[in-house]
């Protein structure tokens, strides 16, 4: 009995996943209420799923998916909990020390980049979606997204939520000052590549004196590197067996290289992102141009302020493609629900989950079909002269190469770019900063 | 409760006295007056010790035995004896940061005590309005140490900042205050000094107020000056205060934090070289932001022998003031 009232539910939820994957919206989340409700009968009484995220303001913006789900599901109640703005320092080590004692952890959890390395080196914590038929989803979303997903042991262990993608984005008024076309699709064309990006740098910084051309090292190093990637085999600071290889991956040097190239020609601020000084370029139109994830339009807006409404325009990234932040969400293995999780799983990271929390917070879906869907292909932002930003970033992640991070990922990658805003503002020599940069790597890889 | 006490006394003494052996109480409420005589004033006192057991040396212990692994969060835990201390005494990162401890710490706390002393003199003169005199140099201490960090932050802000603003008057190029150490120093000194200044200054008043006047009077009829009775008399008689205050401010300056970490907008590193990064930082570093948990507790423990060492060379230091004199 109760194995066939498993293989009942494995077979709806099997039912679930293939309508949630073929079907429109509308389709979908309406036939989901009689399967889910019928294999949740089965069950003994109505079960809560407790789903923990993090992040300031709306964080994860799933409280309407929430509410919807709730609604069908009289037996799969969620309790959604923000713990904490904070995911370094307060949201990581609390999880982690949840997931080593065994108790704490909700049934699914949240999770930035910055930590899918950790977990990624951590199967024994983390149920195997694969198990409850997640698997067929790898073809919603872009090749990176998945990746990242699939841990140290080849298992499904984590499904995307949001992604950053990677726009550039110019002040209108400083590109008219300095005679350049103010035009987004006009700017996009301005950059195809790189190079032609330093050169439009040269162009504006000549023409206006005061003005920087970029606001610091760290964008531009990133979006350089996530394209090199692709390029050398689908590793940055680790290879597939977590040997640190900064020195050997010549992709991380090329990216060091142009920045540097930028620096010295002093197209940066010289700025270090998330300070005051940052903060008060922007309001004064300090520097023109700035590497911008789909999150990093609400904090232009926010810090620029009303004065600046319609100054700022969003273009395509020199190179096309591009990836800061984003997350993830997976199902400890402490969990007394996983089955029942899984399915809560499933649906937030489905399109009409991805949707509802782009209508409610703007987090810009890593679910294809999501990005296409109209709601997000052409929403506009009034801010950014309405700006369809919507295909820029989904462009940007669909040619994303997938990255293996290492466990000590983040760790080194704060560490190296430690040493390229050092090197950007003085503090370091440019002549012995790839040495310490190679140092400074090492060093954090432990 | 004193009175329970009592009652339970006066019975116990008067059972040797034997004639009223058969009133005698029965054997479990002997127990229990002698419960109340021997181990009330223990259970009094315990709960700080109980608290301090929790949350103190059981941390204290725990740590020792955490820096004695491979030990990271949600990790491995292996046992790998006095390696992290060996580690550690050649990480010049560490040592990178104890130095920038020791400096902040100097260039923030001699001046601050020379000032708070200066200071409690003169507010231990008869002023009009006194006591809001007084009270006005503790405001500081009330604000959040958060609040006076980013504000000075933005005081010493590179291209906006009021500091530069001011020293640009003379012609100074915008210094970036942040990235070399004796600019970030002085601007992360400044803002403990801001805060703490006031404090030691109210606390030196105090003790001056209870040094006799008639010392004064005999040394003002002898000829000394204002002057040489500070130094004379002044000076020496607050030499407990000032070992006081003194291994205060150690304790506080060895265990800088929050300063130096707005400072560095947040982060643990202290600078792009690590220019501020203090050992606090350096531990919260390892321990929270690489999770190297055995790393952090064993540079945990080596903060704590520092403080022990610095604390006893400053208070000989502090037992010669006075002396020579």
């Known amino acids: 009995m109760m194995h066939n009232s498993r293989r009942g539910r494995m077979l709806a939820l099997a039912a679930v996943a293939t309508l949630a994957l073929g079907v429109t919206a509308a389709c979908g989340s309406d036939d989901e209420k009689p399967a889910g409700g019928g294999s949740s009968a089965a069950a003994a009484g109505p079960v809560t799923i407790t789903l923990q995220t993090f992040g300031g303001g709306e964080n994860f913006a799933y409280d309407d998916a929430v509410k919807a789900w709730n609604a069908s599901h009289p037996n799969i109640q969620v309790k959604y909990v923000n713990l904490t703005d904070r995911f370094e320092d307060t949201y990581l080590p609390q999880m982690l020390q949840w997931l080593e004692s065994g108790a704490g952890a909700g049934d699914i959890i949240g999770m930035d980049e910055g930590g899918m390395g950790l977990m990624g080196a951590r199967p024994q914590y983390f149920a195997d979606l694969g198990q409850y038929g997640l698997d067929s989803r790898k073809a919603d979303f872009p090749e990176y997204k998945w990746n990242t997903g699939i841990n140290k042991d080849g298992k499904l262990f984590a499904i995307g939520t949001d992604i950053g993608g990677m726009a550039m984005c110019y002040r209108t008024d400083l590109f008219k000052k300095a005679g350049l076309p103010t035009d987004r699709d006009e700017v996009s064309k301005l950059w195809p590549d790189w190079n032609s990006y330093l050169e439009v740098g040269k162009k504006l910084t000549s023409a206006l004196k005061g003005v920087a051309f970029v606001d610091g090292a760290n964008t531009v190093y990133n979006s350089v590197l996530s394209q090199e990637t692709g390029k050398n085999g689908n590793v940055q600071y680790f290879d597939k067996d977590n040997n640190l290889i900064l020195d050997k991956n010549p992709g991380i040097k090329a990216s060091f290289d142009y920045v540097q190239t930028l620096s010295k020609a002093g197209l940066t601020a010289k700025l270090r992102s998330w300070t005051e000084e940052w903060n008060t370029a922007m309001q004064k139109g300090q520097f023109a141009t700035m590497g911008c994830p789909s999150w990093m339009l609400g904090t232009i807006s926010g810090t620029s302020g009303d004065a600046n409404s319609g100054n700022w325009d969003v273009a395509a990234v020199p190179g096309g493609s591009g990836n800061w932040g984003g997350s993830w969400l997976m199902v400890p293995a402490q969990s007394k629900h996983p089955k029942e999780a899984a399915e809560v799983l499933n649906y937030l990271t489905s399109k009409e989950g991805q949707i509802a929390a782009f209508k409610e917070g703007g987090n810009f879906p890593s679910n294809i079909q999501a990005q296409q869907d109209p709601t997000v292909a052409e929403a506009k932002n009034a801010y950014f002269n309405d700006a369809p930003s919507g295909p820029i970033f989904a462009d940007s992640v669909s040619k994303l190469s997938p990255v293996f991070f290492g466990e000590k990922h983040a760790q080194v990658k704060a560490a190296v770019e430690e040493v390229l805003v050092g090197a950007d503002q003085g503090s370091i020599k440019w002549d012995e900063a790839w040495q310490r940069f190679i140092d400074e790597g090492v060093k954090a890889a432990g | ?325």
Do not use: C
């Open chain 2, 1 to 325: 409760m004193s009175l329970h006490v009592d009652a339970g006394r006066v019975p116990s003494r008067a059972a040797p006295s034997g004639g009223r052996r058969r009133e005698q109480r029965p054997a479990p409420r002997r127990f229990l007056s002698w419960l109340d005589l021997r181990a009330t004033p223990y259970i009094f006192v315990s709960p700080y010790f109980i608290l301090f057991a929790i949350f103190g040396l059981f941390p204290l212990l725990f740590t020792a035995w955490v820096s004695l692994h491979k030990w990271q969060l949600a990790g491995e835990k292996t046992f790998i004896g006095l390696e992290n201390y060996t580690k550690l005494l050649v990480d010049e990162k560490f040592w990178n940061a104890v130095g920038n401890t020791v400096g902040i710490f100097l260039i923030a706390t001699v001046p601050q005590l020379l000032i708070a002393l200066l200071l409690a003199n003169a507010l231990n003169k008869k002023l009009r309005g006194r006591l809001v005199i007084r009270l006005s140099v503790l405001i500081p201490l009330i604000t959040s140490v958060v609040a006076v960090a980013v504000v000075f932050t933005q005081l010493y802000g590179r291209d906006y900042g009021v500091v530069n603003w001011i020293l640009g008057l003379f012609g100074t190029d915008n210094i970036h205050w942040q990235n070399e150490k004796w600019s970030s120093w002085i601007a992360i000194a400044t803002m403990v000094d801001w805060r703490w200044t006031g404090y030691n200054a109210i606390i030196y008043l105090a003790a001056m107020q209870t040094i006799p006047k008639d010392l004064y009077e005999a040394a003002s009829i002898d000829g000394a000056s204002p002057r040489r009775q500070f130094w004379g008399i002044t000076v020496p008689m607050l030499k407990p205060t000032i070992i006081f205050t003194v291994i205060v401010s150690t304790i506080g300056g060895f265990t800088l934090f929050a300063e130096p970490v707005m400072f560095g907008s947040g982060l643990m590193t202290g600078g792009t070289t690590g220019q501020f990064q203090t050992v606090a930082m350096f531990i919260v570093k390892e321990g929270f932001r690489d999770f190297e948990y055995g790393y952090a507790a064993a540079a945990a423990w080596v903060l704590f022998l520092l403080i022990l060492i610095t604390v006893l060379i400053n208070s000989v230091l502090v037992r010669g003031i006075g002396r020579s004199k």
